[in-house]
């Protein structure tokens, strides 16, 4: 599945973004999906995750700021993000997933990487 994320750029402290996530040729409807982040030299990590039946899980790092969700009939998966922070700059992707109730144990599916969008969260 070839993803597209966009939305991302530079906003100050305490600001929102949305992202988006859509794929031209292929439906997302029944995948569940996520997004990840990765940071200057960290490794990529999942911040959201949602599932083909609209259930979700976060990383404790963005509970309560953070919400993911998808619109079936656009093909897109959403990350609204709220009161943002510096720690939260960086290249955002999204990407299929096989999805358990748990942050922690919910895995990267695609084999595919898109370029990500960036989030740069500074004054």
């Known amino acids: 599945v070839q993803l597209q994320a966009y939305g991302g750029g530079l906003v100050q402290p305490g600001g929102s973004l949305r992202l988006s996530c859509t794929s031209s040729g292929s439906t997302i409807s029944s995948y569940s999906m996520g997004w990840f982040r990765q940071a200057p030299g960290k490794q990529r990590d999942l911040v959201a995750a949602i599932s083909s039946g609209a259930g979700t899980n976060y990383a404790d790092s963005v509970k309560g700021r953070f919400t993911i969700s998808r619109d079936n009939a656009k093909n897109t998966v959403y990350l609204q993000m709220n009161s943002l922070k510096p720690e939260d700059t960086a290249v955002y992707y999204c990407?299929?997933?096989?999805?358990?109730?748990?942050?922690?144990?919910?895995?990267?599916?695609?084999?595919?990487w898109g370029q990500g969008t960036q989030v740069t969260v500074s004054s």
């Open positions: 990407n299929t997933v096989w999805f358990r109730a748990s942050n922690y144990y919910t895995q990267v599916r695609g084999d595919h």
